[in-house]
């Protein structure tokens, strides 16, 4: 029995490994996510600026970053859940800039007012 037990254990662990690297693979362009939230405005090789409007309670499904910075135009307050399940809240301040090293992320917007960003993400140095 006890061996029965390890392999459901075995098993179940590898599940969930596989299901977490599926669902960190199928993370993509936060305009593709979420288009109803984010809205390309700029783009050239260097830079890709985007505003992403969360209604109260929009969510937006995981998707990932390259190492950006985020401008607050309208504050309030976000949830947001990284891939291995941890999330946290976050009180966003209108004019407060916030960098953020890449990442793979959902969020959700859980305060009852609107929040609205400006979204500026970093690409490579074309190489000379």
Not at 63 to 84: E, M, N, Q, W
């Amino acid at each position: 029995m006890n061996r029965h037990i390890r392999v459901i254990g075995s098993f179940l662990l590898v599940t969930s490994a596989f299901l977490l690297t599926v669902q960190v693979a199928a993370a993509q362009d936060p305009a593709k996510v979420g288009p109803d939230i984010y809205k390309v405005v700029f783009e050239n090789a260097r830079v890709r600026v985007s505003e992403a409007t969360f209604k109260p309670g929009a969510k937006i499904k995981m998707h990932s970053h390259p190492d950006h910075f985020v401008y607050p135009l309208a504050g309030g307050k976000l949830k947001i859940t990284r891939p291995d399940g941890k999330s946290e809240e976050a009180e966003v301040q209108p004019g407060k800039v916030m960098w953020m090293a890449a990442e793979t992320h959902k969020g959700q917007n859980v305060g009852e007012s609107e929040v609205k960003l400006l979204v500026v993400e970093l690409k490579e140095e074309p190489k000379k």
